[in-house]
């Protein structure tokens, strides 16, 4: 069975704080993303990885950086938690060739008071 | 700019047949995806089209017309377990990488 597995399925923290998502597959894949969820405005994708150490900005970039150490591992960073990063993060990680759907991890759920 | 539309929300009967549909302006379009999301859990792959027309897989068919920007989701013989969201997902060429885009999802309740 594929794995995409999330840190934490639920998190709170406060205003401020610096936030650590960490996601973690078994495939093998090249590429990783990081989305989040929003009711009414579906996924939006704010940063993906084609390769180790290799990182590019998605539609909603700001607030946030990555990580990309090893291959099979994709950080998200909240460099200063702000409630309006309240939301659900989902990760999802696909094979180099882009011909295959994305594996997504079970979500963390980020409550920032 | 790119856009993906679906409806918000759709009601059907236990046995019926529903269609969902997605239209999308996207530029460098490279593929369609259909992701189904029961509450509270992760995005699960359905279907993909690249081509036009119809691809069936069980009770669940996808088609596709890129010369129209459309695509939709077709379940039969609907059962209580497809009360879900349906996720439609645009693949896009962008800067070399490909890209998915999502739309809102269409939140599909499944009555007796």
Redesign the interface.
């Known amino acids: 069975d594929v794995k995409v597995t999330q840190s934490s399925r639920y998190l709170v923290k406060r205003t401020g704080e610096k936030v650590f998502l960490e996601c973690v597959q078994d495939m093998d894949h090249e590429n990783m993303f990081w989305y989040r969820q929003d009711p009414g405005l579906g996924l939006r994708l704010i940063y993906f990885s084609y390769d180790v150490k290799m990182k590019e900005k998605g539609d909603i970039p700001e607030g946030y950086s990555v990580s990309r150490e090893k291959k099979e591992r994709f950080s998200l960073i909240l460099e200063s938690a702000s409630t309006n990063q309240t939301s659900m993060y989902l990760c999802a990680s696909s094979s180099g060739t882009g011909l295959t759907e994305a594996f997504f991890g079970q979500g963390t759920r980020l409550t920032v008071v | 700019g790119q856009n993906?539309d679906q409806p918000?929300e759709m009601t059907a009967t236990e046995g019926a047949i529903v269609q969902i549909n997605c239209t999308y302006q996207t530029s460098g379009f490279?593929g369609l995806?259909w992701y189904q999301q029961h509450a509270g859990?992760?995005?699960?792959?359905l279907s993909?089209n690249v081509l036009d027309g119809l691809e069936e897989k069980g009770r669940f068919s996808s088609f596709l017309s890129r010369s129209k920007g459309y695509s939709y989701l077709l379940l039969k013989e609907l059962q209580m377990k497809d009360s879900a969201s349906y996720?439609c997902?645009v693949?896009v060429l962008s800067?070399g990488?490909?890209?998915?885009?999502?739309?809102?999802?269409t939140r599909l309740a499944v009555h007796p």
């Open positions: 993906i918000t490279n995806f859990e992760a995005p699960t792959f993909y996720l997902a693949r800067g990488y490909n890209k998915l885009i999502f739309g809102a999802g």
